[in-house]
């Protein structure tokens, strides 16, 4: 199997932006997508609390593709992003980071890991030092957490105006966000289906949709 993963959290990449690298690296490696799995997260949590992913990430064998655009896609925390590397080369996953071109397995050269590991580590003291956010990177809005269920909206076809009456917020602000974000762009992929959580019962869907949205206490 092969799989596309895209996350969305404050201040990172557009999910538009990250499934056309993936794809375009996809087609060009000749690898076809058969599930994508988008992870959604009001806040950038540590890996204890990302659970779902962790079962993701546990369901995955021997054989199976895993396509991020990034390598910070997986974990923006140095040391997580190192065992997560580590879990997939064990489990003999192949790890494919579109950004970087390479492929990862237990056969990969250590000097191509550690760049966009360095990558990573170089962007946390940056925003710990108060540099602006990426090129390409969102806010944080209040509609985020409110992403899975505008995207399965615009799938189904359904108006903004709808889909702003169900969320019971203003039409106007949501037309803004949906723009801001491309998300009509990201509905329409035929990539892209609004599946069921991990773990859900019932026919496969080609898209596994992470949405850990605990609120903060």
Not at 129 to 158: A, Y
Request: a neutral charge.
């Amino acid at each position: 199997m092969t799989y596309a993963y895209l996350r969305q959290v404050p201040g990172s990449k557009s999910l538009v932006s990250q499934q056309q690298s993936v794809i375009g690296y996809a087609l060009g490696r000749g690898l076809e997508i058969d599930k994508e799995v988008v992870e959604h997260s009001g806040r950038n949590r540590p890996i204890e609390e990302r659970k779902q992913f962790e079962e993701f990430i546990h369901s995955l064998g021997e054989g199976d593709n895993l396509i991020v655009d990034e390598v910070w896609t997986l974990s923006s925390r140095v040391d997580e992003l190192v065992k997560i590397i580590g879990c997939t080369i064990s489990r003999s996953i192949n790890l494919y980071i579109a950004d970087r071109g390479i492929l990862v397995t237990k056969n990969t050269p250590v000097g191509q890991i550690i760049p966009p590991i360095n990558e990573v580590r170089e962007s946390g003291e940056k925003k710990a030092g108060g540099v602006g956010r990426p090129k390409g990177s969102k806010s944080h809005s209040k509609f985020d957490p409110m992403q899975p269920e505008i995207l399965k909206g615009l799938r189904e076809g359904r108006s903004v105006s709808s889909i702003a009456r169900e969320l019971g917020v203003s039409r106007s602000s949501l037309k803004d966000y949906i723009e801001s974000r491309d998300l009509k762009e990201l509905a329409q992929n035929r990539f892209l289906k609004i599946g069921k959580p991990i773990g859900a019962s019932g026919d496969e869907d080609s898209v596994l949709l992470i949405c850990p949205f605990e609120k903060d206490n």
